[in-house]
């Protein structure tokens, strides 16, 4: 089958599609919760110390990134924080503005000025401003970009449950040297172990991390690679796409959840035909969901696959047409609108896909955390 880029979106085009967020609410104990209370004191005076004692050190890099870079100095970006809440977050400039030099990859707009900031951990010194605000604290999970919405398993999606950092527990482990899975397991441990002997041991062990300038970049060269997803769960488990295209997710008990073929077509285009395995109708929507974003994470990190659809004439099962259309599939023909300037394949020699989803990292006309109807604490059905 070739796939072919379509001619127009349509006037009619007005959601904009993607994958839900699956949620597992972690319930901190009373215990945590009356810290968190009593660190934000903390945070606000030793956030302001910092940003008096910078004040002189910030000058000069400003400088500095005024010589090498230009203007604007500082970078702001949205990141998300507790419960999924969306704040801008402050630093200073390391790579110079994309289409300069004619390049857009990250490791050929990272100046040497820049790596130094990054190694220095000095480009954060303006992010103390978002602590004093309250859009973080000192020590948390990285706060990460909203583009990352829908990529996250409901375990991995856990570390929101607590206010994002500056520094944190993954970062004196390991840094950007970790895996992806490896850093939200980190982070799940750290919200459910938060707490003053936790923190301060951070802290501490930040200093080392920063004047060792260890894990600064991953093997690429680049602060932090994409996130594709994750690429296993606590209750699943995929096997595949092999040599062939056949993969299965299982669950702990090797009982298989979801299941079928994929077949890549040129252009990062992935053709699926996805079926419920053997124990399938007998689980949970939220299970199926993530055996899906499993696949979808393994072809982002596998093969950089942007879009996926199902073939012309596909009739998905309830239970897996729901599964689809939470994932962010839509019909071609549906009056919708994927997060990406570049127009959808839906085209093919003989006739239109049934369904597709753009896999990609929305661009930032399109990227943010949640849809307005947004419950934090709700899972979806």
Not at 50 to 79: C, H, K, W, Y
Request: hydrophobic fraction near 45%.
């Amino acid at each position: 089958m070739m796939i072919r880029g379509n001619t127009a979106r349509g006037r009619r085009a007005r959601v904009v599609v993607g994958p839900l967020q699956r949620l597992t609410p972690m319930r901190l104990s009373p215990q945590q919760q009356s810290y968190l209370r009593r660190r934000r004191l903390a945070d606000v005076l030793l956030g302001g110390l910092g940003l008096v004692v910078a004040a002189l050190p910030m000058l000069v890099v400003s400088v500095g990134v005024m010589a090498t870079m230009g203007r604007p100095v500082l970078f702001t970006q949205e990141r998300m924080t507790q419960d999924g809440r969306v704040f801008r977050l402050r630093k200073f400039r390391s790579m110079r503005a994309v289409g300069v030099d004619d390049s857009d990859d990250d490791a050929a707009r990272l100046v040497p000025f820049g790596r130094f900031l990054r190694a220095s951990s000095l480009d954060e010194l303006p992010s103390l401003w978002n602590v004093v605000r309250g859009d973080m604290s000192l020590v948390g999970p990285r706060p990460l970009t909203t583009d990352y919405y829908g990529r996250f398993s409901a375990e991995q999606f856990a570390r929101h449950a607590v206010p994002a950092g500056l520094t944190g527990y993954a970062q004196v482990n390991g840094r950007n040297m970790l895996g992806w899975d490896d850093r939200l397991s980190l982070d799940q441990e750290y919200v459910g172990r938060v707490g003053l002997a936790l923190d301060l041991r951070i802290l501490l062990d930040t200093v080392t991390t920063v004047l060792g300038g260890d894990g600064v970049t991953d093997e690429s060269g680049v602060t932090m690679a994409d996130f594709p997803g994750p690429q296993s769960t606590v209750e699943l488990e995929l096997e595949g796409p092999d040599v062939e295209g056949a993969w299965v997710c299982r669950d702990r008990e090797g009982r298989s959840i979801l299941e079928g073929t994929v077949q890549l077509l040129e252009e990062s285009v992935a053709l699926l035909e996805p079926r419920l395995g053997a124990q399938g109708p007998l689980a949970e929507p939220a299970l199926l969901d993530e055996a899906m974003l499993l696949l979808v994470s393994r072809l982002r990190a596998e093969h950089s696959v942007q879009w996926a659809c199902l073939a012309a004439g596909a009739e998905p099962v309830e239970e897996l047409a729901g599964v689809l259309a939470r994932a962010g599939f839509a019909a071609p023909d549906a009056a919708v609108r994927f997060p990406t300037k570049d127009l959808p394949p839906v085209s093919t020699a003989d006739e239109a896909p049934a369904l597709i989803a753009f896999l990609g990292l929305p661009e930032d006309v399109f990227a943010r955390s949640f849809p307005p109807s947004h419950d934090p604490q709700r899972r979806p059905a």
